[in-house]
């Protein structure tokens, strides 16, 4: 069973930066999209960042939600089987538990257990 695993969130200062980590256990070549989604107390878990394989040049394409253009970057690394989320000037209002997912060609999904980001004002 594949697994996905999430690390770099905190708690930071409006404005601040933070970089997540997702580490998946089999190649990321396998997933036909990566993604970070995030949840926030009360709310429905929603999408913030997709990236998709690539093919041959692992590049990728990429989507953002509204809310975090020009502040956020989803990167992978297919050596290393990562995918990052890079947040600058973070808000209040990202704070959320941000999961890391991968879709399968399959259009199976797999889930990471979540990081936690707080942003004080």
């Known amino acids: 069973q594949v697994q996905l695993v999430e690390s770099g969130g905190g708690l930071v200062q409006a404005g601040g930066s933070l970089r997540l980590s997702c580490a998946a256990s089999?190649?990321?070549?396998?997933?036909?999209?990566m993604a970070w989604y995030r949840q926030a107390p009360g709310k429905q878990r929603e999408l913030v960042a997709q990236i998709t394989s690539g093919g041959g040049s692992g590049g990728g394409r990429v989507n953002y939600a509204d809310s975090v253009k020009g502040r956020f970057t989803i990167s992978r690394d297919n050596a290393k089987n990562a995918v990052y989320l890079q947040m600058n000037s973070l808000k209040p209002e990202d704070t959320a538990v941000y999961y890391c997912a991968g879709v399968f060609y399959s259009g199976t999904w797999g889930w990471g257990q979540g990081t936690q980001v707080t942003v004080s004002s």
């Open positions: 089999v190649s990321i070549f396998n997933f036909n999209v």
